[in-house]
Structure formats: structure tokens, C-alpha cells
């Protein structure tokens, strides 16, 4: 399509188009009126860090490798029929997606070749096809959620609620049969084997039922001698995206592809709207992936950090250093790293500061020192501020006998 320009610029409807890496290229001046983002807001910009859409759920619709982008890289136009928008004014404005792709045949070899052109409606308008996907989303990090075909699955109005306990249980151990008397234990601890087996099959039954609602197949949760499986093929779950885009950040970092890695770990950080199943707080049974994810986030922010810093980006990664400390105000290695940034960016006072608040935290949390480590960059950023001020003095006399010199000279004359 060498006209693309044109149907964006000629369209009623705000439009813009996507490349090969989800990245915007053209936006025309509807999607500015109905968004608040120009051209140059957007241009080389993730399309899902623009938009943010949600389903009605509050799942989230635009994620790495989500649906409908699958969709247009794979040349079939989709749409979704309702999502939730957010405006550059933080405002929330309901929507409808539909799209119009491109051929593989058309597109240019690279990256900067443009897949779709996206049009955004008033919900009120025009309806459009929805995903034709089988696959069911699920949403682990925050608030749990399901979409299917890009409509958010109402889990509120399941009569069974032990049927959603019992869904982010298998899904915690997707792909593997799971004995029903460990089932039992984790769900019902309290109930005799008799009451526990009857609410294990009525809970099974019930949810097995809601699968077919949703069009999903007989056998996505299957019974493999007195354990249950529930198919791995049939589900994508945001934290395996999560996992899979952190590891290929670090592949990249680790080819000094920096650029390329930041996109990546981007990306992972806008999947992690909170710990995994955060609302299941005091399970026993998801606490360890919970903590195993959270470190695991951490450690990304630790590689973005890095990344920036090598960059010369002190100022954003001083910016995720402060995120992470909210989340860990002990992990020192943050501490360090923010010292260093405050001190590149030439602002002494606050690295140090920075090294003091460290310093308290520990002992009140910990009561413990700061690390070898970190006192020596405490030291050296104070030496160094040190030496700064001792090569002004020479500066500050020169500039009084500078300042005399004309009295002297009308005392000799």
C-alpha cells in the first residue's frame, strides 16, 4: 500500500498506523482532536504506551504481542468491539478499534515497515468485527482478569467465586496435572475428604461450564487420573510475557544493544501492573511466584538502570532508581546507583543526602550499616566535592586582588 498516508490523513475517523515493532508512524489530526497527542508526541512511540486501553474489565488490551497486534502482523484486519482509552489528559474515553492491514507481500523489508492503519470510533458508531482468537487471555499481574476474542470475561457475575480460586490455582501450575488432594489442601484445608471431593467436583463442573461459554474446547481442563490438568495451549498468561521479554532485554544488553534491550524491559514494565495476584495476598499457595516475579521485576529496573547509565541517561535512570525505592527502600544497590546519578548529573547535595536517607533506613529496618560499597562512593563523591571547593578558593582570592588593583594603582599615582 503505497497510499497509506492518505488514508490516514483522508480518514473521518482518528487514525494512525503501526509498524513492524508496534511503533506509531503516521497519526492525522482526528486521533490529535480525539486523543490530545500530536505527531511529534507519538511518532516512534509503542502504540500500546499511547493508547493504554483497557477492556471494560479492566484488563489491560494493549500488551506486548497482544491480540490484535498478532492479528495485523499476520494480515488479518480485527477489531474490538468496546475498550476503554486514555486521553493525554489522563481523561478515559470509550472506544471502538477496527483496522486495515497490509498485505505480507506489500510490506518492505525491516522494521519500519507499516502493518496496520487503526481506526478509533465513538462507541456509539458503527460495530466491528471482533477477534476471531481461541486463546484466553489471562491477566495475573494486579488485578486477575480473563479476555476472550478481546472481550473481558465478567468473572463478577460467576455464581461459583471458589470456581475463580480454583482458575488462578491451575493456572499457577498450568501445564501440569495437579492431584486433587493437593487441590483440596490449598483451597479447602478445613473440610473433611467427603465435603472437600464434593466441592472440588461441583467447582470443577462449574468451571469447565464457563470455559464452553466462552467457546473454549471439551478438553482445556482435562482429568489425568485423580489429578487435573489444565492445558497450557489453550491460555496466554501475561507473566510468562513478562519473563519471556525480560529475558530477551537481557540477551540484548548483554550484545551492548542497549537500545533495542530498553524496548524490551519497556515493555515487561508496562505488563507489570502489580504483583502476581496481588488480591490473593494471604495464599500460601502463589506466594512464592508472587515474591519470585517481584524479584525478578527488581532486577529489571536494575538492568534499566544500567542501560540508561551507560547511555548517559542519568536523569531517567535517577527516575527508576526513586520507583524501585519506593517498592524496596532497603534494596541498597538502588541507593548506590542513585548516589552516582545525582553526582554525574552534578548534584552533590543530593547524592549525599541520598547516602544519609540510605543510611537511616537501614538502621531502622535492618539495623544495620550500609555496605563497604556503598561508603566508599559516599567518600569519594565527598572528596571529590571536597577537591571541587579547594580549587575555588584560589579563584576567590584572585578575584579580591583582582578587584584592588585599581585602588592601588590611583594610591601610586
Not at 489471562?138 to 472481550?151: A, E, Q, Y
Not at 470443577?204 to 478438553?219: A, C, K, P, T, V
Not at 577537591?387 to 588593583?405: A, F, G, I, K, Y
Request: charged share 25%.
Amino acid at each position: 500500500m503505497n497510499r497509506i498516508p492518505d488514508v490516514v490523513d483522508l480518514a473521518s475517523d482518528a487514525a494512525f498506523t503501526i509498524d513492524e515493532r508496534c511503533r506509531v508512524v503516521a497519526w492525522n489530526q482526528r486521533a490529535t482532536q480525539l486523543l490530545g497527542y500530536t505527531q511529534s508526541d507519538v511518532t516512534g512511540r509503542y502504540c500500546g504506551s499511547i493508547l493504554r486501553a483497557v477492556l471494560p474489565g479492566g484488563e489491560p488490551l494493549c500488551s506486548p504481542g497482544c491480540e490484535l497486534f498478532q492479528c495485523f502482523h499476520n494480515s488479518r484486519p480485527s477489531g474490538v468491539a468496546s475498550c476503554r482509552i486514555r486521553r493525554k489528559n489522563g481523561d478515559w474515553l470509550t472506544a471502538r478499534y477496527s483496522s486495515l492491514v497490509t498485505s505480507k507481500q506489500s510490506r518492505q523489508k525491516g522494521d519500519d515497515s507499516v502493518v496496520a492503519v487503526i481506526f478509533l470510533q465513538d462507541e456509539n458508531e458503527q460495530r466491528v468485527n471482533e477477534l476471531p482468537q481461541q486463546t484466553l487471555q489471562v491477566f495475573t499481574l494486579g488485578n486477575f482478569g480473563l479476555s476472550m476474542g478481546g472481550n473481558s470475561v465478567a468473572l463478577d457475575k460467576w455464581v461459583r467465586k471458589q470456581a475463580v480460586t480454583l482458575l488462578k490455582f491451575l493456572i499457577t501450575q498450568a501445564g501440569r496435572p495437579i492431584h486433587r488432594e493437593r487441590i483440596l489442601y490449598c483451597l479447602w484445608p478445613d473440610a473433611d475428604a467427603s465435603r472437600g471431593w464434593a466441592r472440588l467436583k461441583v467447582t470443577i463442573s462449574y468451571l469447565r461450564l464457563q470455559f464452553r461459554n466462552m467457546g473454549m474446547s471439551e478438553d482445556t481442563l482435562t482429568t489425568v487420573g485423580k489429578a487435573y490438568l489444565l492445558r497450557h495451549d489453550t491460555i496466554r498468561v501475561d507473566a510468562e510475557d513478562f519473563e519471556a521479554l525480560i529475558a530477551e532485554g537481557r540477551v540484548l544488553q548483554g550484545q551492548q544493544r542497549n537500545d533495542a534491550a530498553l524496548r524490551r524491559y519497556a515493555q515487561a514494565d508496562y505488563l507489570y501492573r502489580g504483583d502476581y495476584l496481588e488480591e490473593e495476598n494471604f495464599a500460601d499457595w502463589c506466594a512464592e511466584e508472587r515474591e519470585r516475579l517481584r524479584e525478578l521485576y527488581l532486577e529489571m529496573i536494575a538492568d534499566m538502570v544500567q542501560c540508561y547509565m551507560e547511555c548517559g541517561d542519568y536523569a531517567e535512570a535517577a527516575r527508576l532508581c526513586r520507583k524501585a525505592l519506593v517498592q524496596e527502600p532497603c534494596r541498597e544497590s538502588f541507593h548506590c546507583s542513585l548516589m552516582e546519578c545525582f553526582d554525574y548529573l552534578g548534584h552533590t547535595d543530593q547524592a549525599l543526602s541520598q547516602y544519609e536517607a540510605c543510611r537511616r533506613v537501614l538502621v531502622k529496618e535492618l539495623s544495620v550499616d550500609p555496605m563497604p560499597k556503598t561508603q566508599r562512593i559516599y567518600q569519594q563523591i565527598k572528596s571529590n566535592r571536597l577537591r571541587n571547593q579547594e580549587r575555588l578558593v584560589p579563584m576567590r582570592h584572585l578575584d579580591q586582588s583582582v578587584s584592588c588593583m585599581p585602588r592601588l594603582a590611583r594610591k601610586i599615582s
